[in-house]
T-cell receptor, first 113, second 112 residues
């Protein structure tokens, strides 16, 4: 059974650019959630995808968008990057949308300069 | 304002000491989870508690969910340097699986 994997592990982008982060969910899991973790803070919920549809969104602007594919892997896209977008982006997969337990990937460290 | 408040935010103790980390809220949660996170890694799930008053033990770690399901605590007995890390509590509201609200974390350092 493979765990949650994210790519890339580190990324440096310039303000105003766009970025795509990728996540492969754990085998058998159909739900993926994305979180942003700023330095010294707990993760903040961005949105969740369940069976290729957005299933809830946190307090993030529309320039944060996502996709989920038929194999339940997912992408997080951020447009018009701002300096404050610098953070660790975490992907978590759950067996299904109603399942409590979430299993996290190692994260993507995004630095915006 | 933080929906889940963790305390203390930082804790530095000697090996062998006991400690308790608290996670408090004015809101009711369907369940509450505790995670441990090491630098540059994602959080790793330690335990999930779902019933008010529930107590779960994981070796030297004891987790408790408050009777009203608004708060939780993590107690570590005889801490070891390997316990060093960021401890995060995360709550699920209204059975919204996977949409977790996290506390700001407790950074624990256990010195040999």
């Amino acid at each position: 059974e493979t765990g949650v994997t994210q790519s890339p592990t580190h990324l440096i982008k310039t303000r105003g650019q766009q970025v795509t982060l990728r996540c492969s969910s754990q085998s058998g899991h159909n739900t993926v959630s994305w979180y942003q973790q700023a330095l010294g803070q707990g993760p903040q919920f961005i949105f969740q995808y369940y069976r290729e549809e957005e299933n809830g969104r946190g307090n993030f602007p529309p320039r944060f968008s996502g996709l989920q594919f038929p194999n339940y892997s997912s992408e997080l896209n951020v447009n018009a990057l701002e300096l404050d977008d610098s953070a660790l982006y975490l992907c978590a997969s759950s067996l299904t949308a109603s399942n409590t337990e979430a299993f996290f990937g190692q994260g993507t460290r995004l630095t915006v300069v | 304002t933080q929906l889940l408040e963790q305390s203390p935010q930082f804790l530095s103790i000697q090996e062998g000491e006991n400690l308790t980390v608290y996670c408090n809220s004015s809101s009711v949660f369907s369940s509450l989870q505790w995670y441990r996170q090491e630098p540059g890694e994602g959080p790793v799930l330690l335990v999930t508690v779902v019933t008010g008053g529930e107590v779960k033990k994981l070796k030297r770690l004891t987790f408790q969910f408050g009777d009203a399901r608004k708060d939780s605590s993590l107690h570590i007995t005889a801490a070891q340097p390997g316990d060093t890390g960021l401890y995060l509590c995360a709550g699920e509201r209204n059975n919204q699986g996977g949409k977790l609200i996290f506390g700001q974390g407790t950074e624990l350092s256990v010195k040999p």
